[in-house]
């Protein structure tokens, strides 16, 4: 039972940093029906930025900061030079943008930083607590709190601001969101920024919990906070949270029971279930859609 509970503990760790990543997907496929593959590329940036801000000697809390600023801003110059011209293009080339755009970063840090691992500077000792045969450590509990603060304040975000409302009334409806004077560009470039925040300090987390990093570290983690957002129901804020929970819980489970070379192939066999099962995932909504 102690054993359960730990890998429970294990698995809500890494669920809430998919959960983070997959809220950036979900949204941007919300507002503009494409799944951003860069998507996880912003969260290595934000590991990088993090780790040269470390090396330097700020604060973690600046670093946290800063490096969701500049993540902001790079998403939504990417969603401004790549994704902008080809919004009224057909969806195939938004999607062979999106992969290109993820390779592009992803070599092109390989040439500015080298492929080789970087260890992660070790930011703050927070120590454990062991309750019965059950271990905390402080950055699994500071992962979650974080996590869980951060997709509050997104919900409260979307429901209560002005901009909030204007995201919702656009992915419900572009057309009619724009002939009610909403600014559907400046709406997209917001989602691009919202979702860049949350990859990044998930990168920061994830490196906090896995202290290394390099060029290709966004690819595995952004894939399963696809799947997650999947599962969820891809376009549906909640349902990413739920989504990446149930995706870090499956995978603790599978390493601690069945066998941890067989994690991502139990992550992956989730989607295909997802798929063949339940398109539209755990809270998305079957639509019809005219071919």
Not at 162 to 189: E, F, P, V
Not at 245 to 265: C, H, P, R, V, W
Request: aromatic share 8%; charged share 10%.
């Amino acid at each position: 039972m102690e054993k359960l509970i730990q890998q429970l503990i294990n698995g809500l760790h890494v669920g809430s940093i998919y959960a983070l990543i997959a809220l950036g997907y979900t949204m941007v496929y919300g507002i503009i029906k494409l799944i951003n593959f860069a998507h996880g590329d912003i969260l290595m940036i934000g590991a990088f930025l993090a780790y040269f801000m470390l090396s330097s000697g700020l604060p973690i809390w600046a670093v946290i900061v800063i490096s969701a600023i500049l993540c902001a801003l790079i998403g939504m110059a990417i969603e401004k030079f790549a994704y902008k011209p080809l919004r009224n293009a057909p969806r195939i080339s938004a999607l062979i943008t999106a992969i290109a755009v993820s390779l592009f970063i992803q070599n092109l840090f390989m040439i500015l930083f080298k492929p080789d691992p970087k260890p992660f500077p070790k930011t703050v000792s927070l120590g454990s607590l062991s309750l019965g045969g059950i271990r905390l450590d402080g950055i699994t509990i500071l992962t979650i709190v974080v996590s869980v603060a951060l997709m509050i304040a997104l919900e409260i975000f979307i429901n209560k601001t002005m901009i909030g409302k204007s995201m919702k009334a656009t992915s419900q409806d572009s057309k009619a969101a724009s002939l009610m004077g909403i600014n559907i560009n400046r709406t997209i470039s917001v989602t691009f920024a919202v979702g860049s925040m949350l990859a990044a300090i998930g990168g920061i987390l994830f490196s906090m919990a896995y202290p290394l990093i390099d060029p290709y570290m966004g690819t595995m983690p952004g894939l399963k906070a696809f799947v997650a957002a999947v599962l969820g129901g891809i376009g549906v804020i909640p349902g990413a949270m739920i989504g990446g929970f149930i995706m870090g819980i499956a995978e603790s489970l599978t390493k601690a029971y069945i066998s941890s070379q067989l994690s991502d192939a139990v992550v992956f066999g989730i989607l295909i279930v997802v798929l063949l099962v339940k398109p539209a995932g755990l809270l998305g909504k079957n639509t019809k859609e005219k071919v």
